[in-house]
């Protein structure tokens, strides 16, 4: 069975950083884009962050660059977002998916989603 199976997230205070996990199984992430979504309760999921493998390289919203980065462990067929420098305004369930192929774009799978709540 493919799937993604997402672990992380919490409470950190302003300032904090924190680092979201998403492992596959089933599938290796040599193959596939990762991408990365929030979501914030009454309004619509928003796109975050991507890897292409075709040349692995990145891409980001505005607002994640420089503060968000995506890391991976081949070993354990995991991606990681470590987030930085978060404020009140990441506070969000954030979703990892994997895309059908190389290519950003296309979600085929959706993690369950990560709270993060971001609090004095």
């Known amino acids: 069975q493919q799937q993604v199976v997402q672990s992380g997230g919490g409470l950190v205070q302003p300032g904090g950083s924190l680092r979201l996990s998403c492992a596959a199984s089933?599938?290796?992430?040599?193959?596939?884009?990762i991408e990365w979504f929030r979501q914030v309760p009454g309004k619509e999921r928003e796109w975050v962050a991507c890897?292409?493998?075709?040349?692995?390289?990145?891409f980001y919203i505005d607002f994640a660059e420089g503060r968000f980065i995506m890391l991976g462990d081949i070993s354990r067929n995991t991606e990681y977002l470590q987030m930085n420098n978060l404020n009140s305004a990441d506070t969000a369930t954030y979703y990892c998916?994997?895309?059908?192929?190389?290519?950003?774009?296309?979600?085929?799978?959706w993690g369950q989603g990560s709270q993060v709540t971001v609090a004095p």
């Open positions: 089933g599938f290796s992430w040599e193959t596939r884009a």
């Open positions: 890897i292409r493998r075709r040349d692995n390289r990145e």
């Open positions: 998916a994997a895309a059908r192929g190389a290519r950003c774009g296309n979600v085929e799978y």
